[in-house]
């Protein structure tokens, strides 16, 4: 079900992906059993890090940028997946809106959105691209790099739908995460779909109910493979009243710290890693709100806030959250080019159809690399999925390095799947 | 939907593909609302005739074998489908049975089975393959040309359920047209999935059936279109009590053939086509009793019993068949390294997953190219799916010329889901 790309790592196999390789049967099995009682997000890519004896999901997007660092080949699988998830949502559907982040006149992100449109042109629907900046007042047409062409035209909102000029869509597409309000405008749409719905927004959503359940569903996971949980599942607690920018509630965060860094350290001992436990505090909220720190001895946490107060010019600005997640950091030891690089794998509806790495040459394996400077490398289709590999059981294909990316990150969706229900503001509750 | 592939035709696009093409949202939402009421064929391939001024199916596979001649690219199409698949119809499946023909010991069509094999272990199964030829009685491993091996086992029957040694499968995927008749292994599994069904066989199927089907449905998807449903359908008729071979009701045959040669004739003249009307005459059932015969003329028709029989010795035996089918004609005009080339389009649940060319460079553009001296050219992706074309509107991607191949392809598998419901033995009727 994961499709085999070319993975940067091609060490020795070890227990754990042996673990999940030898488990495909099982584990396609029970993704599927998942699927028959809960809905999957509708697109979703996942940014995971591979330790060697570790690997885990570190942050799981609802509303995929990036569809454009994909390779073109991974174009039929996306279609193919866009089909079967319109056709199980809304098979009557005619015309699509894709609605972008705001501000968006960077030509990388255009690209993505370019993608999309053809992505779902491609699977037969009328596509345009509304746009609910206000600043967007008549149509504009962007010309990108790549040769694409991107048109952003201003919604027009009526009593009861959304669309733009002389185009009614049946369904609304959002690559706009929210992160600033669920506007007015997308809200009381009773005859359309909304997709993702507006409480997958990073206004509403928290890192910590996601965390929560992947926590629940990788103990049963665990319990599938053999496998101690922890070594797909990072830890985390959540913090409140926080604020790394002007010093605020710094010694529970301190606490906190000190707490997860002996946990992960007795987890280390317990297998006999030796390497250096850390921890990254990010924002609760919000997907731009506070960068994720790296903290590596709990003594850092004061230097951080006078940093951090030092570099504002000593106000209160700057990286800030009230709410945080303090969650075991997960070292990569991926390099692609000498650059330390994570996969990310994006999966439209149920399906993986592609993954790139995100590469940061000036980051440490224990650092974020979502940050300026990082780019990105597509992974390839493997042409050789037919060879038998040497010293492979007869008919057998060489192994795909992939997979395991593919399960995690199915993995995180399932988790999404469970945190959007129980978030759902509109869920039936029977009692 | 329809991946695009690299098409041998490249001349200007024509009206009727025009109209197809310009239809998409159109095609694409009635097929979604098509699967919404009717359940697709489990596989699919359909042998399709461009003519350039009609474009119909010939033949409609359920059983199809050569997914060997497809490309390595088709793969992660074919295994997401088949996992679509799997999951609406068993999605508790572990064991997955692939039943191929008997007498198989032909390597192409062995790679089609280690193909198959392929697909199903890669979406996720633990797939074997057992023969049901009785001459099949022990393990039997067999190495392929390309690398590839497949072992055929003798199935094992218990009373209610059928599997091989140490294998009990949830699903039995049938690679076997069942033209010799369904055998009693097969039948009264109460336990067990088969796919797909018994009565999809040849010794059940007729092509009238399926051919009154297209017709149907021809007839609705014209209107759609706005077009004369003759541009897509082949005409056909149906006699009974002929034999080509011994001579009998060659009368009934000969006005059959002089009535569809004068509607055809009628049809070229209103559309100004200046070709030669044919028809080709084909066995009702199986789809190796008899091989089609092309008649261009009526007086033919007696000419080839009497030919027929001086290859038969004389003797009442060789091609024959009481029912035939007397079907219009469709030329085919693509041509692959100067061959005469006619598409083959694959399907996977309701998804285009590939096709490739069936090419003859012995044959003429109105004879059928199922014969010994055929050969393969599969159909490449095309990598340019995202470079704008010339002169086409801006953002617009380069035209599939493909598309409607699956189109038309996908048509023929509605039918044959059709077909499939009328001749349910088991169907539910509600009066």
Same mark, same amino acid.
């Given at each position: 079900m994961v499709p085999h790309l070319v993975t940067a790592l091609t060490g020795p196999i070890n227990e754990l992906e042996q673990r999940i390789l030898d488990s495909t049967p099982a584990i396609e099995r029970w993704f599927r059993l998942e699927w028959m009682e809960h809905t999957p997000p509708f697109y979703t890519a996942v940014d995971i890090r591979n330790a060697g004896f570790k690997l885990a999901p570190v942050h799981t997007n609802l509303f995929p940028g990036g569809w454009n660092n994909l390779t073109q080949q991974m174009l039929p699988l996306a279609v193919q997946a866009a089909q079967a998830a319109i056709e199980k949502i809304c098979p009557e559907a005619r015309n699509l809106l894709v609605i972008p982040q705001n501000h968006s006149t960077n030509t990388f992100y255009l690209a993505n959105i370019a993608q999309l449109v053809r992505i779902f042109h491609m699977a037969g629907l009328n596509v345009r691209v509304g746009s609910i +900046?206000? /600043?967007?007042?008549s149509p504009k047409k962007i010309e990108l790099p790549n040769g694409d062409t991107v048109t952003l035209e201003p919604v027009v909102r009526t009593k009861r739908r959304l669309g733009i000029k002389n185009f009614d869509p049946c369904t609304i597409l959002l690559n706009n995460d929210l992160a600033a309000g669920t506007p007015g405008i997308l809200e009381d749409l009773h005859e359309q779909y909304l997709l993702p719905p507006v409480h997958a927004g990073w206004s509403v959503r928290r890192k910590s109910n996601h965390l929560r359940s992947y926590e629940e569903l990788s103990k049963r996971f665990g319990k599938l493979l053999g496998i101690d949980p922890w070594l797909i599942n990072p830890m985390s607690t959540r913090a409140e009243g926080v604020n790394v920018a002007d010093g605020r509630g710094i010694d529970v965060l301190t606490s906190h710290v000190d707490a997860m860094l002996t946990k992960v350290r007795r987890k280390y001992k317990e297998y006999g890693i030796n390497e250096k436990p850390f921890v990254v505090v990010k =924002? +609760?909220?919000? =997907?731009?709100s506070m960068p994720a720190i790296t903290v590596? +001895?709990?003594?850092?946490v004061e230097a951080l806030t006078r940093k951090s107060r030092a570099k504002a010019g000593? /106000? /209160?600005?700057g990286v800030g959250a009230d709410e945080v997640v303090i969650q075991e950091g997960v070292l990569t030891n991926e390099r692609v080019h000498d650059g330390v690089a994570e996969p990310v794998v994006y999966m439209m509806d149920r399906y993986v159809v592609g993954g790139f790495y995100r590469v940061h040459a000036e980051r440490s394996s224990d650092e974020s690399l979502k940050s300026p400077g990082a780019s990105f490398v597509p992974l390839a289709f493997s042409d050789s999925a037919h060879l038998p590999q040497h010293g492979a059981k007869p008919g057998a294909s060489a192994p795909n390095r992939f997979y395991m990316y593919g399960v995690i990150g199915r993995l995180a969706m399932v988790a999404a799947s469970y945190e959007l229900e129980a978030t759902d503001p509109d869920a039936e509750v029977y009692e």
């Amino acid at each position: 079900m994961v499709p085999h790309l070319v993975t940067a790592l091609t060490g020795p196999i070890n227990e754990l992906e042996q673990r999940i390789l030898d488990s495909t049967p099982a584990i396609e099995r029970w993704f599927r059993l998942e699927w028959m009682e809960h809905t999957p997000p509708f697109y979703t890519a996942v940014d995971i890090r591979n330790a060697g004896f570790k690997l885990a999901p570190v942050h799981t997007n609802l509303f995929p940028g990036g569809w454009n660092n994909l390779t073109q080949q991974m174009l039929p699988l996306a279609v193919q997946a866009a089909q079967a998830a319109i056709e199980k949502i809304c098979p009557e559907a005619r015309n699509l809106l894709v609605i972008p982040q705001n501000h968006s006149t960077n030509t990388f992100y255009l690209a993505n959105i370019a993608q999309l449109v053809r992505i779902f042109h491609m699977a037969g629907l009328n596509v345009r691209v509304g746009s609910i +900046d206000p /600043a967007i007042k008549s149509p504009k047409k962007i010309e990108l790099p790549n040769g694409d062409t991107v048109t952003l035209e201003p919604v027009v909102r009526t009593k009861r739908r959304l669309g733009i000029k002389n185009f009614d869509p049946c369904t609304i597409l959002l690559n706009n995460d929210l992160a600033a309000g669920t506007p007015g405008i997308l809200e009381d749409l009773h005859e359309q779909y909304l997709l993702p719905p507006v409480h997958a927004g990073w206004s509403v959503r928290r890192k910590s109910n996601h965390l929560r359940s992947y926590e629940e569903l990788s103990k049963r996971f665990g319990k599938l493979l053999g496998i101690d949980p922890w070594l797909i599942n990072p830890m985390s607690t959540r913090a409140e009243g926080v604020n790394v920018a002007d010093g605020r509630g710094i010694d529970v965060l301190t606490s906190h710290v000190d707490a997860m860094l002996t946990k992960v350290r007795r987890k280390y001992k317990e297998y006999g890693i030796n390497e250096k436990p850390f921890v990254v505090v990010k =924002s +609760d909220t919000g =997907s731009n709100s506070m960068p994720a720190i790296t903290v590596r +001895d709990v003594k850092e946490v004061e230097a951080l806030t006078r940093k951090s107060r030092a570099k504002a010019g000593g /106000a /209160a600005q700057g990286v800030g959250a009230d709410e945080v997640v303090i969650q075991e950091g997960v070292l990569t030891n991926e390099r692609v080019h000498d650059g330390v690089a994570e996969p990310v794998v994006y999966m439209m509806d149920r399906y993986v159809v592609g993954g790139f790495y995100r590469v940061h040459a000036e980051r440490s394996s224990d650092e974020s690399l979502k940050s300026p400077g990082a780019s990105f490398v597509p992974l390839a289709f493997s042409d050789s999925a037919h060879l038998p590999q040497h010293g492979a059981k007869p008919g057998a294909s060489a192994p795909n390095r992939f997979y395991m990316y593919g399960v995690i990150g199915r993995l995180a969706m399932v988790a999404a799947s469970y945190e959007l229900e129980a978030t759902d503001p509109d869920a039936e509750v029977y009692e």
